[in-house]
C-alpha cells in the first residue's frame, strides 16, 4: 500500500502546481515518456535500470506533436476525468485502493505536525517541501484556502 500512497502524494503535488493528471490503462501509452505539455513540451522519464532521472525542457516538433496527440487521447479516455482537482484526486485513490477517507485524514494530521520528524532525506541537498507540500494540499483541498496554504 505505501507505493500507492506515495503514487498518490506524487500526483496530488502535480496537482497543488496546477498539473491535471490523466491515467490511461492503454498499453501503448506505457511506451510515451513521462511529459506535461504547454507551449513548450517538459519531459521528464526515468532511464532504464540505472535509475537515472531525465528531464528536458524542451522537445522537437515532432514530438510535441506526439505528446499533443497522446495528450488528446488520454484525456477522452481517462479512468480520471474529473472536473476539480479534488475529485480526480479521490477518482485516482479509488483506482489505487486507497481508501479517500482515511487518507485525506493522515495528511491532515500530517500537515498539523509536519514530516520533518518521521522522514528525512538522505541527501542534504534535499528537502521535504515537496511532500509537505503535497500532504497540505491533500489535507486542505476542500478549502481555498487551504490549497493556496499548500502552495506556499
Avoid at 31 to 46: D, K, M, P, R, T
Avoid at 99 to 117: S, Y
Amino acid at each position: 500500500m505505501y507505493d500507492r500512497v506515495l503514487m498518490l502524494l506524487a500526483i496530488a503535488l502535480m496537482e497543488a502546481f496546477g498539473i491535471t493528471v490523466e491515467l490511461s490503462t492503454e498499453p501503448e501509452h506505457g511506451a510515451v515518456e513521462g511529459f506535461v505539455l504547454s507551449e513548450e513540451a517538459i519531459v521528464a522519464n526515468w532511464l532504464g535500470r540505472a535509475g537515472l532521472w531525465y528531464v528536458d525542457a524542451s522537445a522537437p516538433p515532432s514530438r510535441r506533436s506526439v505528446f499533443r496527440d497522446v495528450a488528446r487521447q488520454v484525456s477522452a479516455e481517462s479512468l480520471v476525468a474529473e472536473p476539480t482537482p479534488e475529485r480526480r484526486l479521490r477518482a485516482i485513490a479509488n483506482y489505487l485502493i486507497v481508501p479517500w477517507p482515511w487518507f485525506q485524514r493522515r495528511c491532515e494530521e500530517l500537515a498539523v505536525a509536519g514530516v520533518e520528524d518521521i522522514a528525512q532525506p538522505r541527501s542534504r541537498r534535499l528537502s521535504m517541501q515537496g511532500l509537505n507540500t503535497a500532504i497540505r494540499y491533500v489535507a486542505y483541498i476542500d478549502t481555498l484556502q487551504g490549497a493556496e496554504l499548500a502552495r506556499r
